[in-house]
């Protein structure tokens, strides 16, 4: 009589989370052979998640629907009554990245520093990629992208208007791909530039914007003339009108529109000061 012993050994598996994969061993020996297969010294049988076969002398293990757990050391052995042999192989069940942690809308000051982080599960390594407004950015005195270990992070040095936007982040590895759903918005706040009420002066109040509003012309001193014009930039603005220190409303001598970032006055009835 031969001894039981095994021909062709079972190689390791790497299998996506959710497939099915196979362990198959081809053995020898005098009948009757007696096989099992084993995962951390117990001994696996057929069922819903096992299939267990031995067809002319070929034994199978089939893993249905691979769960993480189900990752690790599985063994084949087999005996008749003069020998015995095993082997033992490796099964790594893979996962695609998914984000468990994405960055939250950022509103921050011009010129300074933000960090957006993303936290990745899955089986690593990861390649990872952040996109503004759906076109890659790269390492550069802009931006500093980074990777380690499960944390992807993208540094936005010295920020400027041009900066504000959607980011995402998209992670991959062997066996998939994920980019984050939500998008990670940023905006600047800008900071009031101080003013000081002249004769006649137009004051800004500023909500948070990208920029502060500025005067690009402003009033003069005038004799003899109907309207006196100034332009300013900024949004949103709120307009306050004052002469002489005094806050003007409604007042049928004098008109004024604002349209598009520009403020006409209209004396309707000059009167000597």
Known sequence: PEPAVIVEKAEPMRVTIGDACTLEC????????????????????????YRITFLNKVATLKIMDAEKEDGGLYTFAVQNDVGKSSCTASVDVLEPPVFSKVPSPVDTLKGSDVILQCEIAGTPPFEVAWFKDRRQVRSSKKFKVTAKHSV???????????????????????????TTSRLSFLDLLAVPLPSTPVMLSLLTILSPSLEPPYFVTHLERTKGKSSEKVIIFGSPIQKTLQLCGLEMQNQPMLGNTFVKS????????????
């Not at 081809?26 to 001994?43: I, N």
């Not at 040095?157 to 959607?166: I, V």
């Not at 520009?262 to 000061?273: E, G, I, T, V």
Request: glycine fraction near 8%.
């Open 26 to 49: 081809k053995v020898a020996g005098t009948p009757e052979l007696s096989t099992g297969w084993f995962k951390d010294g117990k001994e696996l049988t057929s069922s819903q998640k």
């Open 262 to 273: 520009k403020m006409m006055l209209d004396f309707r009835s000059a009167l000597p000061h």
């Open 152 to 178: 992807a992070s993208l540094h936005i040095l010295n920020l400027e208007s041009q900066d504000t936007g959607e980011y995402q982040c998209k992670a991959m590895n062997e066996v998939g791909k994920s």
